[in-house]
């Protein structure tokens, strides 16, 4: 299979993803603000899960520009991949349902810790695939980004049952600091174009 190909399985899936999550919204209940006010945080869930999804989706879209060559093992990592993104829309009906509170938010970040673990696994799979000259080494060297990522990840699922706002915060940190497309493959794509 060819990287193009991966490339466009994720693109419907990612599609899929995303419109489920926005069929999960609800109006509100009446015309009022106290009635808006109650969506706020379903809202708040739904900017939260897009914003990460739309992440993943640009970083894998950049790396997989990068990449040459896929094996039956990048397969399984990106749909495994796939998989942690597809459960974003279980997460806001739960949110929904139940409110910030630990469990919930706390499962929230179970589903970015699976994501990020994923991502971290598909990244070493490509570069296991290609062999010391593979591009997407040469871009993400360490991985600090992705690492630093996990880290904080897996410290906001325990702090959801002190004060799931803290989690919250931590989401949206690290959110923050990917928003912009990865850098690293951006380079590696205008080299590529120039050979």
């Given amino acids: 299979m060819s990287p193009g190909r991966l490339n466009a399985l994720t693109d419907g899936v990612v599609a899929i ?5 926005v069929l999960e919204l609800k109006f509100p209940a009446e015309a009022s603000v106290r009635a ?3 969506v706020l945080p379903l809202l708040a869930a739904y900017l939260l899960a897009f914003v990460n999804v739309a992440i993943y989706w640009n970083n894998h879209h950049h790396m997989m520009q990068s990449a040459r060559r896929v094996t ?5 990592a990106n749909h495994a991949l796939l998989f942690w993104l597809t459960l974003f829309p279980l997460m806001i009906r739960w949110i929904d349902e139940a409110g910030i ?3 919930p938010v706390a499962s929230f970040g179970v589903v970015l810790i699976g994501a990020s673990a994923s991502y971290l696994v598909l ?3 490509l570069i296991r695939a290609e062999g010391e000259e593979s591009r997407v080494k040469s871009a993400v060297g360490g991985g600090f980004k992705e690492w630093i990522s996990f880290a904080l990840y897996a410290g906001a699922v325990p702090a959801a049952f002190i004060s799931p706002l803290i989690s919250v915060a931590i989401y949206v940190a690290v959110s923050v600091i990917w928003l912009v497309p990865d850098r690293r493959f951006e380079r590696q794509i ?3 174009a120039g050979e």
């Fill in 17 to 21: 993803v995303l419109t489920i999550m």
């Fill in 36 to 38: 808006v006010l109650a």
């Fill in 72 to 76: 039956g093992a990048v397969l399984w």
């Fill in 101 to 103: 509170t630990p469990l």
């Fill in 123 to 125: 990244e070493r799979t």
């Fill in 190 to 192: 205008i080299g590529k």
